[in-house]
């Protein structure tokens, strides 16, 4: 007798073990307390051998092994679900390098709206002195929209059709024109005035249209350029109004801020969903524990029966 005895109690103790390492990683009140509550019930018959020892094991058998196969499954569920989060979480960082070793920075693209700011006050100097001269000679800087076609799908602001048309208006005996470049006679004016000191403000798109938008540097004026038209224009800067200037991230900077974001929320998604237990779980295991805690329950284990159907029909459900 002795021997089973020994046998039950180890064998017990293992069980323990097992539902406090459950315990441990969920981190749940409620599986606390039962493994707390079935650490008492072992030492009560450890320490009792006038107790029918039978019932420790009956005790493990339709109680603690359920609720140990119960928390495995949500423990595997809950594990499955989140590797799935962090599959997309790696895709995303993935995806994050290979736009982040492609993408134009904002120091480059501020680097270069130097160097195309001084393209085009050159390119306009240039054409002052072929209007003047009414030479056929061609003005524009070489690889004048390189800048545009590098950086536009990226950096530039999106405009309506609505906007890109009435920005690109104009009445014909206002402007200088030629097989080169047609340019606002007024702003002609205002470049020579300013000796052609200026600086690129913004570009923007509509489609497969850009303009490029420059700033005069000593006065609050602005002018585009059009380069499918070669137009040069005062910008109305009203019809830009709805634009939001602070937002100057590149569309891949925008996309990969949106993507690490994202990864933050999943990270804390899978923290939590790892340890999740359904509140009908954690509801029907705060039974339990009343009814273990229960002075007079080993009186009444042979009773245990419908409440261990209740945790093993659990087993069964799609809860979780």
Not at 130 to 142: H, I, M, N, Q, Y
Not at 200 to 226: A, N
Not at 267 to 286: F, V
Request: charged letters at 30%.
């Amino acid at each position: 007798m002795d021997d089973r005895r020994n046998y039950i109690l180890k064998e017990s103790r293992t069980e323990i073990s097992r539902l406090q390492l459950l315990s441990v990683f969920f981190e749940e009140e409620a599986v606390y307390k039962i493994y707390l509550r079935s650490q008492v019930i072992h030492q009560l018959f450890e320490q009792n051998e006038e107790l029918d020892i039978d019932k420790l094991e009956l005790f493990h058998v339709q109680f603690t092994s359920s609720v140990i196969e119960l928390l495995r499954k949500i423990k595997k569920n809950n594990e499955k679900n989140v590797s799935l989060i962090y599959d997309e979480i790696e895709l995303n960082k993935e995806l994050i390098e290979r736009m982040s070793n492609a993408v134009f920075t904002d120091k480059n693209f501020k680097l270069d709206q130097q160097k195309q700011a001084l393209k085009i006050n050159l390119s306009l100097r240039k054409l002052f002195e072929v209007l003047s001269e009414l030479s056929t000679d061609f003005p524009f800087s070489k690889n004048i929209n390189s800048f545009s076609s590098r950086y536009a799908k990226d950096f530039y602001y999106n405009i309506t059709t609505e906007q890109l048309s009435e920005l690109i208006q104009y009445d014909p005996k206002n402007v200088y024109l030629n097989i080169q470049a047609t340019i606002e006679k007024k702003l002609m004016g205002t470049l020579c005035k300013y000796d052609f000191k200026t600086a690129f403000f913004c570009g923007l798109k509509s489609g497969q249209m850009i303009i490029e938008v420059y700033k005069f540097l000593e006065v609050d004026r602005y002018f585009l350029f059009f380069p499918n038209r070669n137009l040069f224009l005062f910008c109305d800067m009203e019809v830009l109004k709805d634009i939001d200037w602070t937002n100057n991230l590149s569309e891949k900077e925008k996309m990969i801020q949106e993507l690490s974001f994202k990864n933050d929320k999943l990270e804390s998604s899978a923290a939590a969903l790892k340890t999740y237990i359904p509140k009908e779980i954690i509801d029907l295991l705060e039974e339990n524990y009343l009814k273990i805690s229960d002075i007079d329950f080993l009186e009444h284990l042979n009773n245990f029966d419908v409440q261990a159907n209740i945790l093993k029909a659990m087993l069964k459900t799609d809860l979780f």
